[in-house]
Each structure stands twice: as structure tokens, then as C-alpha cells.
């Protein structure tokens, strides 16, 4: 059974206004939780928003610029969904920021309808205290002339039983016992008059009263309502995010269930292989021998300008900054082809490697001035191949740098 605020918030004091001053108290300290409720949405409004924009900027951030195949369309998922996260983070803390609002606005009202309630209320209870007082006053006067009366009716009678008092003297005493008596039924009519003002103002007040304290236990049922709900929504809100957050996440594990990792190493070695074969060992040479051959097949000619090309290959002529060269005008011309394999896989003394044909496996979009944006399936000519991964190549007579991990060999 639901309690009354009309039924319970009496006071014993005519005057007392205790019921009521304890009513207003709640009321004032449910606006203030009202409040509060206001400053906790707007707090979390701002950190989601916060927590938002972080994420969104850590998923525009992030890298994984170098990854290829599977693992980079994970990677790039999982920037995506980051970003999707930050966005919805977002749009929470707008949503958060509107149930303040609505809070506010109906803590407004409330404060303005109470209003209206507790100005009658202090007018009657200020007219009751008034009156009260007048009451007062009037029964005293009343009771003094009573008695002022009754002393008057007694000395008369006591002077008048006297053989020494005179008709003037008795006269006199009567009138002014009259006089008396005649006060005291006037205060009394005052006094009276003022009961029944009292009282008339006392049912007035208790109507006034009742009605006060059911519209502010309507008030308060209204609030805790309102609370009740709001935080309700807020855990909704909340849970929600959570879903939406799991379900983002969701999409990433599934992209991650695609994630071959025999498929990404394969395309590395499709990508960038070098070669199967390791290089042919360096054989030991006799040079006696090969002097000795050299003569046999009028070649010794041959073989001295050889030997000359390797000894400048071994005193590091490189030092100047350009690149190995062999002065064939001081080598003299064989006469037969030398013999296969003997200095062939002295470093440098092959001719630099020709620009070769690539084709773009993934887009890629210019970041720097010095870059070139390709797309997939473009074919390019690799000029320099450098050593962090950045390649210099001549795409339509434009020239710039690439991910090498983004080509592949023709």
C-alpha cells in the first residue's frame, strides 16, 4: 500500500509548518539528483566523444603500408572497423547529450509548476500565522478585561456594603464596573470573531495543505520515473554499443578466418623471388696450367688481359662513386673464346642489370611529391630498386617511387 504525503506531514504546532518544510526538502534534493543525472550524461557524452575521435584517428594512423596478400586485407579490415567503432562512439555521446537536455527541460518544468504551489502554500501559511497572532492578542485583551471587570464588580460591591460610602461614591463604582464589563464583552466579541476568522483560515490552510502535498507527491513519483528511465535508457545505450562494438569486431575475426598464411608466403615468393639456384662455386686455378693451355691455344694474349680486368677488380677502382667499367681498349681481343665458367661469376665484371617490367599487384595512392600513384594491374619499368622497400619506376613517362611489395616481376 502506497503511503500519502496528505496523510503523514501534519504538524502538532498550529503555527508549525514542519510537514511541509520537510516535503520541500526532498523536492529540492531530488532537483539536485535531477542534476547531477545531467552532469554524469554530459561527462560520459564527453569522454565517448573523446574515445571516439581517438580511434577514428588511430585507424587513419595505423600502418601496415608493407604487408601483402591476406594478412593486409585483415589489417586494413580491422582500420576499417576501428573507424566504424570511433564513428558510433560518437553518435552515442550526441544521443547522451540529448537525454541531458530532455533532463534538463523536465527539471525545468517541475521547478516552474512547484513554483506556483509554493507561493499559495507561503500565502496561507502566512495568513494562518497572522491571524494566530491577532487570536492571541484578542484572548488576552479579552482575559484582562475580564478581569479588570470582575475587580470593578468587587470593589463596587465591597463599597457599597460600607456605612461610610455615599450614593455619589456608589454611583460612581457602579458605572465604572459597567464600563468594565462592558469591555470585556466587547473584547469577548473580538476574541470570538477572531476564532471563528482562525478557524475559517485553519481550513483553508489544511485544504491548501492537502492539495499542496499531493501534487509534490505527484511531483516526486514523476521524478523517480523520469531517474528510473533515464538510467534504464543509459545502460540500453550502453549495451547497444557494446553489440555494435562486438559486431564490428566480428566482421574482422571473420576476415581473419581467411587469413592463409601458406597463401601470404607463397605470394612473397612469387613476388620477389631471386633465383632457385644458388651460385656456382669459385674453382681453384693452377695458373701455370693456365699459362700453359693459354700457349697451346695461342691465346696467352687472352689470358694476360683477363688477369689484367681482375687485378683492377680487386684493387677497388669503385672508389671514385660510379659504378664498375672495364676498358676493353687495353684488354687484348682473344682470338678463341675463353674457357666457360672460369671468371664468370666475378662480381662486376657482367654489365649492370637493364631496367626490367613489373606489373602493380595492389593500388596505391601518392602520399609524397617524389611518389607515383599506380593501379592494379599497371606495367611499369623498374629503374632502381632501393634498399627500404621504395622503388624508383617510369610509368608513362612519369617517374617516382612505389612499395616494392606492391609489384610484381612480368
Given at each position: 500500500m502506497a503511503l500519502q504525503f496528505k496523510d503523514a506531514f501534519w504538524g502538532v504546532n498550529?503555527?508549525?509548518?514542519?510537514?511541509?518544510?520537510?516535503?520541500?526538502?526532498?523536492?529540492?534534493?531530488?532537483?539536485?539528483?535531477?542534476?547531477?543525472?545531467?552532469?554524469?550524461?554530459?561527462?560520459?557524452?564527453?569522454?565517448?566523444?573523446?574515445?571516439?575521435?581517438?580511434?577514428v584517428t588511430i585507424a587513419r594512423k595505423a600502418g601496415a603500408i608493407y604487408e601483402i596478400c591476406t594478412l593486409r586485407t585483415s589489417f586494413d579490415d580491422?582500420?576499417?572497423?576501428?573507424?566504424?567503432?570511433?564513428?558510433?562512439h560518437i553518435q552515442l555521446s550526441s544521443l547522451l547529450r540529448e537525454e541531458s537536455k530532455r533532463m534538463e527541460q523536465f527539471r525545468e518544468q517541475q521547478k516552474e509548476h512547484r513554483k506556483k504551489f509554493e507561493v499559495i502554500m507561503e500565502k496561507a501559511q502566512k495568513t494562518k500565522v497572522s491571524l494566530y497572532k491577532k487570536t492571541i492578542e484578542s484572548e488576552k485583551s479579552y482575559e484582562q478585561r475580564c478581569r479588570e471587570a470582575d475587580e470593578a464588580e468587587q470593589t463596587a460591591e465591597k463599597i457599597s456594603n460600607t456605612s461610610t460610602a455615599t450614593p455619589k461614591q456608589i454611583e460612581k463604582l457602579n458605572t465604572k464596573s459597567k464600563q468594565c464589563r462592558d469591555s470585556a464583552e466587547e473584547a469577548e466579541k473580538q476574541y470570538i470573531s477572531n476564532i471563528e476568522q482562525l478557524d475559517k483560515i485553519r481550513q483553508e490552510w489544511e485544504s491548501t495543505h492537502t492539495n499542496t502535498c499531493e501534487m509534490f507527491q505527484q511531483q516526486e513519483e514523476d521524478r523517480l520515473?523520469?531517474?528510473?528511465?533515464?538510467?534504464?535508457?543509459?545502460?540500453?545505450?550502453?549495451?547497444?554499443?557494446?553489440v555494435k562494438d562486438d559486431e564490428c569486431y566480428e566482421d574482422v575475426r571473420k576476415t581473419l578466418e581467411n587469413c592463409d598464411i601458406i597463401?601470404?608466403?607463397?605470394?612473397?615468393?612469387?613476388?620477389?623471388?631471386?633465383?632457385?639456384?644458388?651460385?656456382?662455386?669459385?674453382?681453384?686455378?693452377?695458373?701455370?696450367?693456365?699459362?700453359?693451355?693459354g700457349d697451346r691455344n695461342g691465346s696467352a694474349g687472352f689470358v694476360g688481359g683477363v688477369m689484367k680486368r681482375f687485378s683492377n677488380l680487386l684493387q677497388g677502382t669503385s672508389l671514385t662513386?660510379?659504378?664498375?667499367?672495364?676498358?676493353?681498349?687495353?684488354?687484348?681481343?682473344?682470338?678463341?673464346?675463353?674457357?666457360?665458367?672460369?671468371?664468370?661469376?666475378?662480381?662486376?665484371?657482367?654489365?649492370?642489370?637493364?631496367?626490367?617490367?613489373y606489373k602493380a599487384v595492389y593500388d596505391y595512392v601518392a602520399q609524397r611529391e617524389d611518389e607515383l600513384s599506380i593501379s592494379a594491374g599497371d606495367v611499369v619499368v623498374v629503374i632502381d630498386q632501393g634498399a627500404d622497400g621504395w622503388w624508383m619506376v617510369q610509368r608513362n613517362g612519369?617517374?617516382?617511387?612505389?612499395?616494392?611489395?606492391?609489384?610484381?616481376r612480368e
Open positions: 498550529f503555527i508549525s509548518n514542519i510537514g511541509y518544510e520537510a516535503i520541500i526538502q526532498r523536492l529540492n534534493d531530488g532537483r539536485r539528483t535531477c542534476k547531477d543525472m545531467e552532469e554524469l550524461l554530459k561527462m560520459r557524452a564527453s569522454a565517448e566523444e573523446k574515445y571516439g575521435k581517438e580511434l580491422m582500420k576499417t572497423q576501428i573507424e566504424k567503432v570511433g564513428n558510433l520515473s523520469v531517474l528510473r528511465n533515464a538510467l534504464w535508457v543509459h545502460c540500453n545505450q550502453l549495451s547497444m554499443q557494446c597463401a601470404d608466403n607463397n605470394g612473397f615468393v612469387e613476388m620477389k623471388r631471386t633465383g632457385s639456384t644458388p651460385s656456382a662455386p669459385i674453382e681453384y686455378q693452377n695458373y701455370y696450367k693456365k699459362v700453359a693451355i662513386g660510379s659504378k664498375m667499367s672495364l676498358n676493353t681498349d687495353q684488354v687484348a681481343q682473344p682470338t678463341a673464346e675463353p674457357p666457360e665458367g672460369i671468371y664468370a661469376a666475378i662480381p662486376g665484371c657482367q654489365e649492370s642489370q637493364q631496367s626490367e617490367e612519369q617517374t617516382g617511387l612505389v612499395p616494392g611489395s606492391y609489384l610484381s
